[in-house]
């Protein structure tokens, strides 16, 4: 028995990530450093602005600066939720070994959050409804606000309340395993928890807050008008 359990311990690959007992599926350290990952990641993000704004102001040539943004965020946001997101999803029994990039990106960030590592039941189930779902839409989106289109509005609500409300689970699951269960997924490195757990989801409260907003003023709005010249219309037929 003691030969077996010795056995057991020499094929448990030993890895950085928290709770140190957890077991991570044929895990294999990164190759590529941090800076890498990370320039990597941003000049992807920088390519993906790039060629949105040609094609958004060729369809567009006078769109409004604050229209062009949400463009931006929309068709990043469907790619990280399609490509990157779906990547996850199809690849998360195997994560621990993957050495392509989204592999090794998905790996450097899960030092924050290691149920990415795990196929944690709530982390795959959210982030495939993200990839399914918030993807295609966010692109449909984008489409919409460059082609000018009404619908804009209701299906940029329903995918910013889906982001937020997503966002708002993945935060408060994490919490409740740490202060109700004392599991932490993250490393003790401050970087880790304030760099990639909270800055880089962040932005998928803040934005989908305001745009949440907006929608549903310019919705407030568009429902005003129409009241008040269904009410010009009523008067004129009494006079």
């Known amino acids: 028995m003691e030969a077996i359990a010795n056995i057991t311990r020499l094929e448990t690959p030993v890895h950085p990530y928290y709770p140190l ?3 991570i599926v044929g895990y294999v350290a990164n190759q590529l450093s941090v800076p890498h990952l990370l320039v990597s990641f941003a000049a992807g993000c920088a390519a993906i602005f790039s060629i949105t704004t040609v094609i958004v102001t060729k369809i567009r040539p006078h769109l409004p600066r604050s229209e ?4 931006l965020w929309f068709v990043l946001s469907g790619c990280i939720h399609l490509f990157f997101e779906g990547y996850y999803v199809l690849n998360h ?6 050495m392509d990039l989204f592999g090794q990106l998905w790996k450097e960030y899960s030092l924050s959050d290691s149920r990415y590592l795990t196929s944690d039941p709530f982390v795959l189930c959210m982030e495939t409804i ?7 839409l966010s692109f449909l989106v984008a489409a919409l606000i460059t082609t000018e289109s009404p619908l804009r ?3 940029q609500a329903i995918v910013s309340l889906g982001q937020l409300y997503g966002d708002v689970l993945y935060y408060t699951t994490s919490m409740f395993d740490h202060f109700h269960k004392g599991l932490s997924y993250c490393r003790p490195e401050s970087y880790y928890f304030w760099g ?3 800055f880089m989801n962040t932005f998928w409260i803040i934005i989908p807050l305001v745009l949440l907003y907006n929608s549903v003023t310019a919705t407030a709005r568009a429902f005003k008008i129409a ?7 009523r008067q004129k037929k009494l006079n």
């Open 153 to 155: 509005y209701p299906l």
């Open 21 to 23: 007992e957890i077991q």
């Open 227 to 233: 009241e008040q010249t269904a009410g010009k219309t």
């Open 130 to 136: 993200t990839a399914a779902a918030w993807g295609p």
């Open 196 to 198: 990639y757990y909270f």
């Open 68 to 71: 062009l943004l949400t463009v």
């Open 93 to 98: 029994t195997r994560m621990g070994g993957q």
